[in-house]
């Protein structure tokens, strides 16, 4: 009876440098280090730069309850942003408004002697005053009647002021109905502030209406 061939095992043989596969696992593991490098190297590039968490107008004083700190990358030849680097610093206020959820540009903020605008605070009904809050934007609008009008005439409304930005809004006074006043803190342009006051201490009625988009849109 022959006996059937036995198979003789190969031995195996060490990968060689001409070896496809090895070739192809190396050139794979290159290409993963050199694309994580970039992408910490990308992610390094970003700064802090801080945001304005409401609106912020002409005239507030710059601190950290109205702003937030975010990481960006800034593209080359774009305008400096306030840098959360390093801490505020004191005595800065907004030159500039700048709505909620935009970046505060370096530009937009300074010392207070760069300040053109003045804190004025005037009385308003209080039921027109329930829509106001500090940031925002307002027309200012002067009725008084005419001098030498018979008593009980139609007091006219004329425009004073646009795109006035709040301070704040301090409380009612008591009273009903149109008897109940409110005080509002208004930055007023220094050119302003003597024509406004006298319109007041005459008599006029001082009325502040909303104006947001349009005032913001304007001066940004």
Aim: proline share 6%.
């Amino acid at each position: 009876m022959s006996q059937l061939p036995t198979p003789t095992a190969k031995r195996l043989r060490r990968p060689s440098w001409r070896d496809s596969r090895l070739l192809a696992g190396v050139l794979l593991v290159l290409l993963a280090a050199t694309l994580g490098a970039r992408l910490v190297a990308s992610m390094d590039d970003r700064v802090p730069v801080y945001m304005a968490t409401r609106n912020l107008v002409v005239g507030d004083r710059v601190d950290e309850t109205a702003l937030t700190r975010v990481d960006v990358r800034l593209a080359d030849g774009v305008a400096p942003y306030l840098s959360a680097s390093a801490p505020l610093v004191p005595g800065q206020f907004v030159l500039r408004d700048v709505r909620a959820g935009e970046l505060v540009p370096q530009v937009a903020v300074g010392p207070g002697d760069t300040l053109d605008v003045q804190l004025v605070t005037v009385s308003v009904e209080a039921v027109s005053a329930t829509a106001l809050q500090a940031g925002a934007l307002v027309d200012v609008f002067l009725s008084d009647v005419p001098a030498g009008s018979e008593h009980g005439a139609k007091p006219t409304a004329r425009r004073a002021l646009e795109g006035v930005g709040i301070a704040a809004v301090l409380g009612a006074s008591n009273g009903l109905g149109s008897a109940a006043r409110t005080s509002v803190q208004l930055y007023v342009p220094r050119g302003e502030v003597q024509r406004l006051i006298e319109a007041v201490d005459g008599g006029a009625k001082v009325t502040l209406v909303p104006a947001p988009g349009r005032a913001l849109a304007a001066r940004s």
